[in-house]
């Protein structure tokens, strides 16, 4: 159980790190997020910025695995 909770801990720690961090990356404005401003509406989509996360978390992944 101790274990657990110290890897708890680790993964939190590093999620915060990763937030205060990704605000300073171009993420977000990359080209391909959509951005649609209209009176009274607000619509943004970050299609390129959702590739390449789930292409990197998903190398990640492959590499934990091996």
């Known amino acids: 159980m101790s274990r657990l909770l110290i890897l708890l801990g680790v993964v939190f ?3 915060g790190l990763a937030c205060s961090m990704i605000g300073k990356l171009p ?7 959509l951005l649609i401003r209209r009176k009274g509406l607000t619509f943004y989509f970050p299609i390129t910025t959702s590739v390449i996360m789930s292409a990197v978390i998903s ?8």
């Open 13 to 15: 720690l590093l999620m």
């Open 27 to 33: 993420f977000g404005q990359l080209p391909g997020d």
């Open 59 to 66: 190398l990640i992944l492959w590499f934990w695995k091996r």
